[in-house]
């Protein structure tokens, strides 16, 4: 019963690595929404890990989003791509995950605080590999644009999460 449990669990973390890995090419296929500000994008792939989050557990999310990261690094980007993305998403998913922990807030309000994590780690990454701190301005307008993405992931999260209240992992 129990090897049954851990390759239906491994089957499921392959299948949402695999389907955050088709919502980032997504992503990457989509032109700048505000060309003037680079870098600016929804975060289709963090629908993959708020339902991780909710589904699985913190240490499942993380995996799904580093084989993610480390697949589409390789595919559509380079090395900086990934320390950028890296250091986004690692932010974020501790952020996210602390926050679920607490249980005061809701996948909308995570959802938020995980884009304007994820635009901080990225910008601290930035800071250090630039070896500049006037980067650091360009947070104004990434939390603006952090918020606006982070309610549209929550609610597509919430009804993902809705529709699989079924799904037993």
Do not use: C
Request: aromatic share 12%; net charge positive.
């Amino acid at each position: 019963m129990i090897m049954k449990k851990s390759t239906k669990r491994l089957t499921f973390l392959g299948i949402f690595s695999s389907l955050a890995l088709i919502l980032s090419y997504i992503e990457f296929l989509i032109p700048p929404i505000y060309s003037a500000v680079p870098g600016i994008k929804l975060g289709l792939p963090n629908i993959i890990i708020i339902f991780a989050l909710y589904k699985f557990s913190y240490k499942e999310a993380a995996v799904i989003s580093l084989v993610r990261l480390i697949i589409s690094a390789l595919l559509f980007g380079n090395a900086m791509t990934f320390i950028y993305s890296f250091s986004g998403a690692a932010l974020s998913l501790v952020v996210m995950a602390i926050l679920k922990k607490t249980d005061k807030f809701s996948k909308i309000a995570i959802s938020i605080t995980g884009a304007i994590s994820h635009n901080l780690g990225q910008i601290i990454a930035a800071m250090l590999l630039l070896k500049t701190n006037e980067i650091f301005y360009y947070m104004i307008v990434l939390t603006f644009t952090g918020i606006l993405a982070g309610i549209a992931i929550g609610l597509i999260a919430n009804v993902v999460l809705k529709r699989f209240n079924w799904l037993e992992v």
